[in-house]
């Protein structure tokens, strides 16, 4: 899914899936090439991708017009609250489980987050924005 996603975002070739999903994870995980490109082969064989000239995969058309319905992907759709906060309580997770492991990846952070806890809280209890 990371792979259809990043290729959603646009056009990339194996190498560049690779570095970009050892950044999301912040150097945790490296994708090995021998993963990837038989993955791409596959999502080829399936109908899923195209290969273009330049070497880079991009989604097939159809797919691509199915795929910004998905949650945290092509965003192109309109979306609603419940789904906006969703997304929102992933990303809350996802910054706890950092706290809980690296806590200092979170510290050059920490004015932002707070300003973000502020309005937030405001919006909660009907007031104006912080």
């Known amino acids: 899914m990371w792979t259809l996603s990043l290729i959603a975002r646009g056009p990339k070739n ?6 970009a999903i050892e950044e999301m994870t912040q150097g ?3 994708p ?10 596959d999502l080829q064989r399936e109908g899923l991708l195209q290969k273009r000239d330049d070497g880079r995969y991009e ?6 017009e199915e795929f910004e319905w998905l949650p945290g992907v092509g965003r192109s759709r309109p979306r609603g ?3 906006m906060l969703s997304d929102m309580d992933g990303f809350v997770s996802y910054f706890e ?3 809980s492991s690296d806590a200092s990846k979170l510290q050059p952070h ?12 405001a919006l909660a209890e009907g007031g104006e924005s912080a």
């Open 14 to 19: 194996g190498a560049e899936i690779v570095d």
């Open 28 to 30: 945790w995980w490296r």
């Open 32 to 41: 090995s090439p021998g993963s990837i490109y038989p993955l791409l082969a």
């Open 59 to 64: 989604l097939d058309p159809k797919v691509r």
């Open 81 to 83: 609250i419940p789904e």
């Open 97 to 99: 489980d950092l706290r």
């Open 110 to 121: 920490h004015e932002s987050i707070e300003k973000l806890g502020r309005r937030l809280l």
